[in-house]
């Protein structure tokens, strides 16, 4: 067990539905990132956030949007869902923002669109 | 093209062998390397991370980083069936958050 916490495991939905993925990071950890992982284009950078606050921003689709709330945990929101959104979201957490710190990844919620 | 590139393999080598693991890529700004470890429906885990050229040795594995060439490379000396996985590079930029650019993986089996 990481420490990170995702949940669900697994979920399954229709085109156009919009499901939350959610994330309680390792005890201590004040960053949250969230990557999308999928066969063809590998891990990719969603969203971070530190203590709250968005600090970095990748290309995260206009139907997603994230938050970190004040008990640190953070959810992902998916909306419109296409097929093409079906893939592993992993949340994975650290101490700072933009340290020299490893992350420390969740074991991903996997999303099918059907 | 794809700011860091990775073989993705499959590598099959049999126990006991030096697997190398390389990424090369293309954007001189990034400063530090890591190298995460994936095993199957696993998020992945956190391996080697230098910073700069140079190499990092931690038990069976040795991180090489040589940013002349922009070329990263993981060597796992006397290799095991339990390293059978998927081994992703990183990297990051100074500043600028946390993002780190993932290579796409490399899936290794290690036969017995």
């Known amino acids: 067990d990481s420490g990170v916490t995702q949940t669900p495991k697994h979920l399954i939905t229709a085109t156009g539905q919009r499901v939350t993925l959610r994330c309680s990071p390792r005890s201590g950890d004040l960053s949250v990132y969230w990557y999308q992982q999928s066969l063809d284009q590998g891990l990719q950078f969603l969203i971070q956030?530190?203590?709250?606050?968005?600090?970095a921003k990748g290309n995260i689709l206009e139907r997603f949007s994230a938050q970190q709330f004040p008990d640190l945990h953070s959810e992902l929101n998916l909306s419109s869902l296409e097929l093409g959104d079906s893939a592993l979201y992993f949340c994975a957490s650290s101490v700072g923002g933009g340290g020299m710190d490893g992350y420390t990844f969740g074991s991903g919620t996997r999303l099918t669109v059907v | 093209q794809k700011e860091v590139e990775q073989d993705p393999g499959p590598l099959s080598v049999p126990e006991g062998a030096i697997v190398s693991l390389n990424c090369t890529y293309s954007n001189s700004a990034f400063q530090y390397f890591m190298w995460y470890r994936q095993y199957s429906r696993k998020g992945p885990e956190l391996l080697m991370y230098?910073?700069?050229?140079g190499n990092k040795e931690d038990g069976r594995f040795t991180a090489q980083v040589d940013k002349s060439s922009k070329y990263i490379s993981l060597f796992i000396r006397d290799s095991q069936p339990s390293d059978s996985a998927t081994y992703l590079c990183a990297m990051r930029l100074t500043g600028g958050g946390n993002k780190l650019t993932f290579g796409t993986g490399t899936q290794l089996k290690v036969e017995l």
């Open positions: 956030y530190y203590n709250g606050e968005e600090r």
């Open positions: 230098t910073y700069s050229s």
